[in-house]
């Protein structure tokens, strides 16, 4: 397997990140108050998903390693600061965890768009934590700030910072 990671536009493949999303679904479980339905399966609203396939603020990628399809990264303009880019739903599936996947593709994803951007992370996802202080320390060369702040009605942890 290359571990060449590269993104690639979901414009077109909406149904594949929708796929993915059960899964991610599912690790956030952890954290939620998502349950697992009487079928055994998890659900979400996939009307939730339509902005980043009907604005121009909205950017849906596949993120894969070599050839292998590898997750998925919805960049988005905040709603509350339209200033600033979010990383509005990351996912990278657990086979290429730990591989270095995860931070080259957040890497690929702000570096394409200079400006402020900002990651948000649950406040129980403690190993989600852990990387994502990483990884934005990474691209931010150390500068960024960390907050807890609410994101609509829910309390998480802010990663600020600068893409230049």
């Not at 077109?12 to 690790?27: A, P, S, T």
């Not at 339905?37 to 009907?54: A, C, E, Q, T, V």
């Not at 880019?85 to 290429?96: G, L, T």
């Amino acid at each position: 397997m290359s571990n060449r990671v590269s993104l690639h536009s979901a414009v077109h493949h909406r149904q594949i990140v929708e796929n993915l999303f059960l899964y991610y679904v599912y690790d956030l479980s952890e954290f939620s108050r998502a349950i697992c339905n009487n079928d055994g399966s998890y659900s979400f609203k996939s009307s939730s998903l339509d902005p980043h396939w009907s604005r121009n603020d909205h950017w849906p990628y596949l993120v894969y390693c070599g050839e292998e399809l590898a997750g998925f990264c919805l960049v988005r303009r905040y709603p509350y600061d339209l200033q600033r880019y979010d990383i509005d739903q990351f996912f990278i599936i657990r086979r290429f965890r730990g591989m270095g996947v995860a931070k080259e593709a957040f890497r690929l994803a702000v570096s394409d768009r200079p400006g402020l951007w900002q990651t948000r992370v649950m406040l129980e996802n403690t190993s989600a934590l852990q990387f994502w202080r990483s990884a934005v320390n990474s691209v931010s060369e150390g500068n960024f700030q960390e907050r807890i702040l609410a994101d609509y009605d829910l309390d998480m942890h802010f990663f600020l910072y600068e893409i230049i």
